[in-house]
């Protein structure tokens, strides 16, 4: 009922710049707005387990893992039902699969599990040389 779709991944240097998008659809009438959805985001590095980066909460609550914070920045168009990761100062160790997820939850960040979330997209390849 939910679909979430990644975009805006790609292969850039060390110190630059990429946004990432998820884009929101949901199917069903009968399910809750895009409103209703906290929305994260993970990565997962080759042969690394997939970690936490970024989360945005209903009322706009940010959250982000220390790797990232003051680099990374969290939003959401609710108008258009996305999502953004806008990622600046990049280094070799962002590079990675970068997937969004969402759930019905008023309130989410890191402390959460993966399996709180029903909602995933296909991921999108952000690779950073140096």
């Known amino acids: 009922q939910v679909q979430l779709v990644e975009s805006g991944g790609g292969s850039v240097q060390s110190g630059g710049s990429l946004r990432l998008s998820c884009a929101t659809s949901?199917?069903?009438?009968?399910?809750?707005?895009?409103?209703?959805?906290?929305m994260i985001w993970y990565r997962q590095a080759p042969g690394k387990e997939r970690e936490f980066v970024s989360s945005?909460?209903?009322?706009?609550?940010?959250s982000y893992a220390n790797s990232v914070k003051g680099r990374f920045t969290i939003s959401r168009d609710k108008h258009k039902n996305i999502l953004y990761l806008q990622m600046n100062s990049l280094k070799p160790e962002d590079t990675a699969m970068y997937y969004c997820?969402?759930?019905?939850?008023?309130?989410?960040?890191?402390?959460?599990?993966?399996?709180?979330?029903?909602?995933w997209g296909q991921g999108t390849q952000v690779s950073v040389s140096s």
């Open positions: 997820a969402a759930e019905y939850l008023a309130y989410c960040s890191g402390g959460y599990q993966e399996a709180d979330f029903r909602y």
């Open positions: 949901i199917a069903s009438i009968y399910t809750y707005s895009y409103s209703y959805l906290c």
């Open positions: 945005i909460s209903t009322d706009g609550t940010t």
